[in-house]
């Protein structure tokens, strides 16, 4: 049987996953360790069984830390995360890229002594990063959408929860908070 297609949601020992995005999942192999090792709970699981020689039980599809990890308080200052705070849309023109479609622009260019830090990157697209060039905003007819700064560990997670992972697995629903219509 492929397992492949079946990783397990992490909780962290509150429930909560341990990020939304990247959605926070492991492989089948490692939550099946995690739960040989007691590191965690099984929640749910899938309707596929897993057998070792002397056990047999189901693949989990929702496991819980069994101990609380504290999340960051202040992210670190990557790419991804400079494109997260922007929500991966151009601080200039205000259209929604990909990571990969997106580029970092400093405000102050670094030409001009301007610094690589959270207060003068932005997310930008490459027509409009190209366009800016080595200038700084106001030589050019461009304007910012909001003025950058460090964002905090919670606000990078809300703003992960407006980009749902291509898949989620029902068993995962309960556990994760997007704008999804409650049943009653």
């Known amino acids: 049987m492929n397992f492949s297609l079946s990783p397990a949601l992490v909780l962290n020992a509150d429930f909560r996953p ?3 995005y990247p959605l926070s999942l492991c492989s089948w192999q490692d939550s099946v360790k995690a739960v040989f090792l007691e590191r965690v709970s099984i929640i749910e699981s899938y309707n596929k069984e897993i057998h070792s ?3 047999t039980f189901k693949l989990p599809s929702v496991i819980a830390l069994k101990k609380f990890v504290s999340p960051i308080r202040n992210p670190a200052f990557t790419r991804f995360n400079v494109f997260l705070r922007d929500n991966f849309s151009c601080q200039y023109c205000g259209n929604q890229y990909t990571a990969n479609e997106l580029t970092f622009d400093h ?3 670094k030409c ?4 690589t830090k959270w207060s ?5 697209c ?3 990063n190209l366009k ?3 200038k700084l905003i106001h030589q050019t007819d461009m304007t910012l959408m909001k003025s950058p700064s460090r964002p ?6 809300n703003n992960g929860k407006n980009f749902p992972p291509n898949y989620l697995h029902e068993s995962w629903r309960d556990y994760l908070y997007w704008d999804a219509e409650l049943e009653n």
């Open 53 to 55: 020689p002397s056990k």
């Open 112 to 115: 001009l002594n301007g610094k």
């Open 126 to 128: 490459t027509k409009c």
């Open 152 to 157: 905090s560990a919670i606000s990078l997670q």
């Open 18 to 20: 341990l990020s939304y």
């Open 132 to 134: 800016k060039g080595r």
């Open 120 to 124: 003068n990157v932005v997310s930008a």
């Open 107 to 109: 405000i102050i260019p």
